[in-house]
């Protein structure tokens, strides 16, 4: 994504639902652009609150049900708080199970670390759910973590409470932490808020940020709700490679926050309206077939080709200007990450393209 990014015209491999201006926001928020100025105008720039301001935590702490500020610490994205968890609590020779697909820092980070890392792979014809009698015979009596995504990307499968809950119960069997990567939840194609494992598990960590459900990336502003004691733990490393999360970020992270109804409002039509045109094309196209996504930003879609998956995306780009990412990338062959989230005329030029191509390829 990194080499192609920049340069392709049709980027149908972001993540993140349509970002906004800071012009947006402040209309969202209802602040006008006077008083963000003096807001802004009057601040030194220090480091500002170590471990996040108590009203920003508070405004995260409400995205739950029963995390208070106290359960609550700041990181630079939920890719840094991630981070921070593995480093945390992995250590050589852990037992660690991660599903796959998935964001690749759930398992080669433990990897990374040296634990014994085994995956549970989410399968197509379980809708890409996990099988939960699969994670009940991997869990062993020394299962250090269990590290789910949900909403999942790249497939947009939606784990119920029910499933969560079960999840919880085998890792409680054997004492083991949970980590859902909760990037992406809130944005839900019925109108339902998923539940949070830090609600569900007494060893439950729920690790997001500003990005995807807020259009929000250029914040970099994320956090970990978890049980106080990962949060004592996390603040170790933390002082080692966070200090505190700027100040701006913060101070855009508090409105956003206030407006959050809005701002879902807002992408939870973007991406019911996406999906719709994806929909529509995954049934047309006889080369393409997928699970259709149930939340998230973007779907799983296998294409019926004799390429690679890496050579389909990488010709596709090259000859039509169409970005989409490979499913190796994801360690799934035969498929490709669509994100859908974005723009609505880049989607639909860059699925028409894609048509062309299926047309002119083997
Ligand atoms: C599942 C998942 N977790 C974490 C991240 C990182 O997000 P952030 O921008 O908050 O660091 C991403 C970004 O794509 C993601 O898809």
């Not at 729920?206 to 502003?221: H, N």
């Not at 990412?325 to 880049?346: F, Q």
């Amino acid at each position: 994504m990194n080499e192609w990014e920049t340069k392709c015209a049709y980027n149908v491999a972001e993540t993140c639902v349509e970002s906004v201006t800071v012009e947006e926001l402040l209309k969202m928020a209802g602040v006008t652009p006077e008083q963000m100025t003096r807001d802004l105008l009057g601040k030194k720039l220090t480091y500002g609150w170590i471990e996040g301001s108590e009203k920003v935590r508070s405004l995260i702490a409400g995205l739950y049900q029963k995390q208070t500020p106290a359960n609550i610490v700041t990181t630079h994205g939920c890719i840094g708080a991630n981070m921070l968890v593995h480093e945390t609590l992995v250590e050589p020779g852990d037992h660690v199970i991660s599903v796959i697909p998935t964001y690749q820092q759930h398992y080669s980070i433990p990897e990374s670390f040296g634990a014994r890392i085994e995956t549970l792979r989410l399968k197509p014809e379980n809708g890409f759910l996990p099988d939960l009698d699969e994670l009940r015979a991997m869990v062993k009596p020394d299962t250090k973590l269990i590290c789910i995504n949900n909403p999942n990307n790249p497939t947009g499968a939606l784990m119920s409470e029910q499933m969560l809950k079960d999840i919880c119960e085998i890792a409680r069997s054997v004492g083991a932490w949970v980590l859902c990567d909760e990037v992406y939840r809130g944005l839900t194609q019925e109108d339902v808020y998923s539940p949070s494992v830090a609600d569900l598990y007494e060893k439950g960590i729920s690790t997001a940020s500003m990005s995807k459900v807020f259009s929000m990336a250029g914040l970099r502003f994320g956090w970990i709700a978890a049980p106080r004691e990962i949060i004592e733990a996390v603040l170790h490393h933390r002082d080692y490679n966070t200090i505190s999360v700027g100040m701006l970020d913060e101070y855009f992270t508090e409105l956003a926050l206030t407006a959050k109804d809005k701002i879902l409002e807002r992408n939870r039509a973007i991406i019911r309206e996406n999906l719709e045109i994806l929909d529509k094309w995954v049934q047309s196209e006889p080369r393409a077939s997928y699970v259709k996504p149930k939340a998230g930003t973007t779907a799983f879609v296998k294409i019926d080709t004799k390429l690679t998956s890496h050579e389909f995306c990488e010709r596709l780009v090259k000859e039509k200007g169409v970005m989409f990412t490979p499913g190796s990338a994801l360690h799934t062959e035969g498929y490709v990450r669509i994100g859908y989230a974005n723009n609505k005329d880049v989607l639909q030029k860059g699925l028409a393209l894609t048509s062309k191509f299926l047309k002119e390829i083997d």
